[in-house]
């Protein structure tokens, strides 16, 4: 899929939000939660926002937007095996009854891996849809992974819109809260596949753990 024309770069700004609340969850996880060592998070912090700040400001962006595709793809994927490992050790703690498995304990530890689990996925959708912000920016797009209530909106919308990372956001949002598409389809294998794998993340976090806290703090 090609759009008329090259465009400017997308802002990193909103992406480079999303990788800071990413990194400021895991610094307030509970200790028995985390999975960084001490000062681990502002280490992926670098790796992560100076690709992102390389594209927003260098003069020659090529080499850092393919930075920026690897390390975010690569975060987004083991910030989920991380969820997920997170999320067993909050089942084994509910099953076995653990004292330390407190309501306050368990709702806000399931707060927090919610909320990465929808910023992972936001900046795994943003990469991957249309070959990622570089290609959707140059007209040089593959076919679209989602399709956006815009793209059939007419003259609702501006002349050769493309998605930008807000909507990506609100498509992991929206997918972590109603576990189905909302305005935007899925057309792909692998973008149904991510929301699957998001919906039942998310599932287990408000089913389980969150109900489980609610119980024992009433």
């Known amino acids: 899929m090609r759009i008329e024309g090259p465009r400017p770069q997308e802002s990193r700004w909103p992406p480079a939000a999303a990788v800071l609340g990413c990194l400021v969850v895991l610094a307030v996880l509970p200790t028995r939660m985390r999975v960084l060592p001490p000062g681990g998070a502002a280490i992926v912090a670098g790796l992560l926002i100076v690709p992102m700040l390389g594209v927003q400001f260098a003069p020659l962006k090529r080499r850092w937007l393919r930075i920026e595709r690897i390390v975010t793809i690569v975060f987004s994927i083991v910030a989920e095996v991380a969820i997920v490992d997170m999320l067993i050790g909050l089942l084994k703690d509910i099953a076995a009854g653990s004292t330390a498995a407190g309501g306050l304990w368990l709702l806000s530890s399931s707060i927090f891996v919610w909320l990465l689990n929808v910023a992972s996925f936001a900046l795994l959708y943003w990469q991957i849809d249309r070959g990622g912000p570089s290609r959707r920016a140059n007209g040089t797009a593959q076919r679209p992974d ?23 956001f609100f498509l ?3 997918t972590a809260t109603a576990f189905s598409p909302t305005d935007a389809l899925p057309l792909t294998p692998r973008a149904k596949l991510f929301m699957m794998v998001e919906s039942m993340i998310s599932m287990v976090t408000i089913l389980v753990t969150v109900s489980r806290a609610i119980n024992t703090l009433a």
């Open 172 to 174: 992991g949002f929206t």
């Open 146 to 168: 989602w399709l956006f209530a815009q793209a059939g909106a007419g003259d609702a919308v501006a002349s050769g819109w493309e998605p930008a990372f807000v909507d990506y």
